[in-house]
């Protein structure tokens, strides 16, 4: 653990997030925070390809937020060129391991590794192994040229890279390891990082990554459904998802949707990747984005994800920004008027909205049931304690009592400021509150050198406190 400040960077195809921690006494704090967009022409499926442009919205953003700290932590992400999984290997003692993941990594990793950056380190799990298990590893992979552009833009930010994180761990951190009631012995928490396009489903044991996978289905679905179902351009689409947009539950199912979660489908169904068995599953298709890569040299490797992906039409989270109010349709005259309502045009559109939206949440919530389905079937006894909501979609309105309903596991939006100070002058407590949904990797990446492996005095050494140097093939 180290003293000073230190910058959380995340950079989403949509957004950018930062912000500023440290440490005084006991207390975690955020010193400064901000937002802003991704300039389209500089990022491009989660690679960057103008390191310099992008490099310039940085370091413009760290002045609006007033962040003087250069010392940073980022996180990359790529579908292409990033892959984190935890794989299954026999017990073996440190050397060992080293040779066998040689080999493994031939067999996870989808892309060339004529040049690429490896790291991983086996996951201690607090009940530690019985005689003939496997025993867990944690492994990421990422592509050198795109390590090369990353570092590449963080210099021209003006920034120090401290060192490159995994997202599924940066969310870990800011949900889970600072969080005092998340203790319990066992405890199971899955967290849906709900971003543009894709949702990023992470499923933790004792703060543990113990499964992750990526859904192609996520926000810009939902804006695309409206599009087509309401006959209006994408930019007035993304207005009324934030504006009328909410899962109405007592219409649910009647509106188009088929949430009918029972039974079909499952992983043998397509569009299935299973991004963490040890073996059988072909990775023909695209990697898990729950991955990030180091940079190259001496700077340390560490574990993070990326969230995002593709820009939404109006570079703003659900929710999160004020969103101008939404035009009613030419038609909107029009449609049935629900007899109680006091405006009977703002209700019809709100039940059209939904009507369209119907379908992709209940594909949601089914792609999301078949994940955790298939981690109990893996893990034997695996029970999900709770399910947690990130991400810009992630506060749609009922989204999370509709999970809870069609999962059966108690389901909420995570608040990533609740175990943070937040001391910045220049944030208001409401803007921080509809902001905390879209925060959790930046500020968990700024925590990665200010808090203490909760496990190091049992002897234990976590995947996300420890790291080898990056090495390269």
């Known amino acids: 653990m180290a003293g000073g400040s230190f910058v959380g960077l995340d950079i989403g195809s949509n957004q950018i997030k930062v912000a500023e921690l440290r ?15 991704t300039p389209l022409e500089a990022y491009d499926k989660s690679e960057i390809v103008d390191p310099q442009l992008l490099g310039t919205a940085v370091k413009n953003l760290l002045k609006q937020a007033g962040i003087t700290s250069r010392d940073v932590v980022s996180s990359v992400s790529g579908q292409s060129a990033v892959v984190v999984r935890v794989i299954e ?20 990793v989808p892309f060339a590794t004529s ?63 600072i969080d005092p009631n998340q203790s319990q012995p066992g405890h199971t928490v899955t967290i849906l990082n709900i971003g ?37 351009d994408l930019a007035t689409a993304e207005n009324y998802k934030r504006e009328y947009g909410e899962v109405i539950l007592d219409q649910f199912g ?3 949707a088929q949430p009918d979660f029972g039974g079909g489908g499952g992983f043998n169904s397509p569009g299935f990747q299973d991004f963490s068995a040890p073996a059988g599953n072909p990775f023909g298709a695209p990697p898990d984005p729950f991955a990030a890569p180091a940079p190259g040299g001496p700077m340390p490797f560490e574990f993070s994800t990326p969230g995002d992906a593709i820009p ?56 999301v049931r078949r994940s955790l389905d298939y981690y109990r079937g893996r893990a034997g006894d695996a029970h ?15 989204l999370d009592k509709f999970l809870e309903m069609e999962l059966g596991i108690p389901t909420r939006v995570a608040d990533a400021l609740h175990n943070v100070q ?11 509150q509809d902001l905390a949904p879209v925060f959790p990797i930046s500020v968990g990446l700024g925590l990665r050198d200010l808090v203490t492996d909760p496990n190091a005095s049992k002897g234990k050494s976590k995947a996300k406190a420890k790291t080898k140097s990056a090495k390269k093939k």
């Not at 440490?23 to 967009?37: N, T």
């Not at 060992?96 to 040689?102: C, D, I, P, S």
């Not at 040049?115 to 944690?138: F, H, K, S």
């Not at 999900?384 to 009922?398: Q, R, Y």
């Open 384 to 398: 999900i304690n709770e399910i947690l909501l990130v991400g810009g979609t992630a506060k749609l309105k009922n």
């Open 254 to 256: 009647g509106a188009g």
């Open 23 to 37: 440490r005084s006494g006991s207390q975690l704090q955020v010193v400064a925070m901000g937002v802003a967009p």
């Open 422 to 432: 937040i001391t910045a002058k220049s944030v208001s407590a409401q803007y921080a």
């Open 312 to 367: 939404q039409p109006t570079g703003a989270p659900l929710d999160v920004y004020e969103a101008p109010a939404a035009p009613a349709p030419a038609h909107a005259e029009n449609l049935p008027a629900t007899p109680s309502s006091a405006d009977p045009v703002r209700d019809a559109l709100r039940i059209q909205v939904f009507s369209a939206m119907a379908p992709v949440i209940a594909e949601i919530a089914q792609e």
């Open 89 to 108: 290997v026999p017990q073996m003692n440190q050397s060992e391991l080293a040779e066998t993941m040689k080999w493994e990594v031939e067999r996870h």
């Open 196 to 232: 543009a396009s894709y949702t990023e489903v992470g499923i933790y044991r004792d703060k543990l990554l113990a499964f992750p996978r990526t859904l192609p289905v996520a926000g810009e679905n939902l804006t695309r459904a409206i599009a087509q179902g309401l006959g209006v």
């Open 115 to 177: 040049e690429m950056v490896i790291d991983w380190t086996p996951i201690d799990r607090p009940e530690g192994y019985a005689e003939g298990q496997n025993m867990e590893v944690l492994l990421a992979v990422a592509q050198q040229d795109m390590i090369d552009r990353h570092v590449e833009m963080l210099a021209a930010a003006g920034l120090k890279a401290k060192s490159i994180d995994v997202e599924p761990l940066a969310v870990c951190r800011t949900l889970l390891d």
